[in-house]
């Protein structure tokens, strides 16, 4: 069935995952709004991720979907989010384009009663009848992809296909975040980010303690950050404790995610593991080395973005995204990168920035 574009007044995007997951919907978002300039792009987006989204110009309203503060007791979780199905229904969307792989998208977007229901096709996956939630399925790459690419054939399957130009991430910093991270830390620092929420995509302690001491040795101020994970906050305090001598403060679980992009903006370089800021980097284009091991940098590496690298070990089986070799939590193709490789880098983006080639964030 072709859609009838003319028809389509108003859209809801359905994105409930992770951070830079939800990130990396910003070119979809963009495009839409430009194809359809007259329609309400509305999002349906887990709360914790609003503020990845959160300045886009195209999004008019936001469902927040509460993970944390849904009610744990079945019949009071079930009544919250049959509350929150009414009010998607009530909108009475014209378009919903599920970019979800569980089955509470494809229940959102089949109770929308929307004329048009797009959504990757599950195959043999989810509930019994699932398909039918949808008027219009996409076929999945069965090839390696970047994960915007993957999200925009969604808009591919109806017949709306963005240039390579139109492809660009959007983040949103608001300028009261910009003073108050130049206020605390100023401008010239290198800021490493070592963790992520699965910690078997991090490096060891001692990867980064050998990489800030050649670091420091260069006369560099470092800045760790980390979110709020108890287990990714243990291993930056590891990482300080090895430093007595220098003062290597930083805004690790501190800051909230528009104060840690105004950090990354405000940095010389970013040194991060495969986690949300190398995603935020990308859309801010400043300077970002990515260490990748078991997960795929085709699929999540830097996204157009002529100052963003990946480092990574030659291993054959990478990336085989386990968590960890054989299931445990530690991944041999991490543990084999080498500081060096990170410093070649570094002395090329300190040589781009001493002639000029980086601007400092504007006050």
Known sequence: ???????????????????????????????????LPEAQI??????????????HPAITHYFLY?????????????????????????????????????????????????????????????FFGKRKCFTH???????????????????????????????????????????????????????????????????????FIELIQALHQKGERVLLSAGTEKEGLARVHEIQAAFPEIPLMGPAGKTSLKEL?????LSRLLITVDSVPLHM???????????FGPSSDINWGPWQHPHGHVVSAPFSCRPCYMDGCGGSKQSD????IKVAQVM????????MKACGLFQSVEN
Request: a positive charge; aromatic letters at 8%; proline letters at 6%.
């Open 1 to 35: 069935m072709n859609l009838d574009f003319s028809c389509i007044k108003k859209i809801l995007i359905v994105r409930m995952r992770h951070l830079g997951d939800v990130l990396l919907t910003s070119p979809l978002l963009t495009h839409l709004q430009e194809t």
């Open 42 to 55: 509305d999002l349906f987006i887990n709360k914790e991720s609003l503020p990845m989204l959160e300045g």
């Open 66 to 126: 509460d993970r944390k503060g849904i009610s744990s007791h079945f019949f009071r979780k079930q009544w919250k989010e049959f509350c929150l199905l009414q009010e998607v229904r009530k909108k009475r969307y014209d378009l919903v384009l599920n970019l979800t792989e569980g089955d509470r998208g494809a229940i959102i977007a089949a109770y929308s009663g929307a004329r048009y229901r797009v959504g990757f096709d599950p195959g043999k996956s989810g």
């Open 137 to 207: 399925l996409v076929k999945i790459c069965p090839t390696p992809r970047h994960t915007v690419e993957r999200q925009l054939d969604v808009l591919r399957a109806i017949g709306i296909h963005p240039s390579i130009n139109q492809r660009e991430l959007f983040l949103h910093i608001p300028d009261p975040a910009r003073k108050k991270m130049r206020s605390i830390y100023g401008e010239n620092f290198i800021l490493i980010h070592p963790v992520s929420r699965w910690m078997f995509k991090s490096p060891p302690a001692s990867f």
């Open 261 to 265: 992009g105004a950090l990354i903006e």
């Open 281 to 291: 980097a990308s859309a801010l284009k400043a300077p970002v080395v990515a260490l």
């Open 333 to 336: 193709c991490l543990h084999q």
């Open 344 to 351: 070649s880098l570094y002395s090329r983006y300190a040589s």
